[in-house]
């Protein structure tokens, strides 16, 4: 409930010999209150798509358990308790989410993009391209090993994992092939770890579709 407070002060007058009051009042004083409102999180534009699956390819799905098998291999996921994966009678899959908060929000669109491509890598599969960039550097593969010669004084051996198909051409150009798209991108980027492309010369490997910023070398000294 609002209030408010009067003060008075009396100076004394030195030429009437008397007192003269003055009456000071201070504003309301008003309460402030604090309400609770629940905000509710925006569906993910990516999560909320459906997820086509081939006639080649079979969907297990126990629980928050779900197992994807194809003509190239099979797959494994454990979704987590925020969200949940639903068969439609038309044959699409959905992933639901089963709490409204941030962390259900992140994992909607993050385990739709990963059941897609577990649904996609076990019938058409991935690949991933890389090129050798610099004078002497080339790529052999050796039974189950990768054989890298990029300018150390020894050549760097790799063991190709058994999921991942390795293919080189003109001792230049990698692509790593397979099922687990997870699995490719980790194998390429440990390959491409051992020499990152430079930005002066451009030596180096990197993607095949990877644009490599160039920077001006230092300027000779003028005359």
Not at 11 to 27: D, H, I
Not at 149 to 176: A, D, Y
Request: hydrophobic share 35%.
């Amino acid at each position: 409930m609002a209030s408010s407070v009067v003060s008075s002060f009396q100076p004394r007058s030195s030429f009437l010999g008397e007192r003269n009051v003055f009456k000071v009042s201070t504003a309301p004083i008003a309460q402030v209150g604090f309400s609770s409102k629940t905000i509710e999180c925006k569906e993910s534009r990516i999560g909320k798509q459906p997820i086509a699956v081939p006639s080649n390819v079979t969907i297990a799905l126990e629980g928050q358990d779900l197992k994807v098998k194809g003509p190239l291999g099979e797959l494994a996921l454990t979704y987590p308790r925020e969200v949940e994966l639903l068969k439609e009678d038309s044959g699409f899959l959905r992933v639901k989410k089963t709490v409204e908060t941030r962390r259900a929000n992140q994992m909607h669109g993050l385990f739709r993009t990963l059941t897609d491509n577990m649904v996609v890598g076990v019938s058409k599969g991935f690949e991933k391209k890389l090129i050798l960039v610099g004078v002497g550097y080339r790529a052999t593969v050796e039974g189950k090993e990768l054989v890298l010669n990029l300018g150390f004084s020894h050549p760097v051996k790799m063991q190709i994992p058994e999921s991942l198909k390795v293919k080189v051409e003109e001792n230049t150009r990698i692509t790593v092939s397979g099922y687990d798209k997870s699995e490719i991108g980790q194998f390429a980027a440990t390959v491409r770890k051992w020499r990152p492309p430079e930005p002066y010369k451009g030596k180096g490997v990197k993607y095949s579709d990877e644009i490599v910023r160039r920077k001006e070398g230092k300027a000779g000294k003028k005359k």
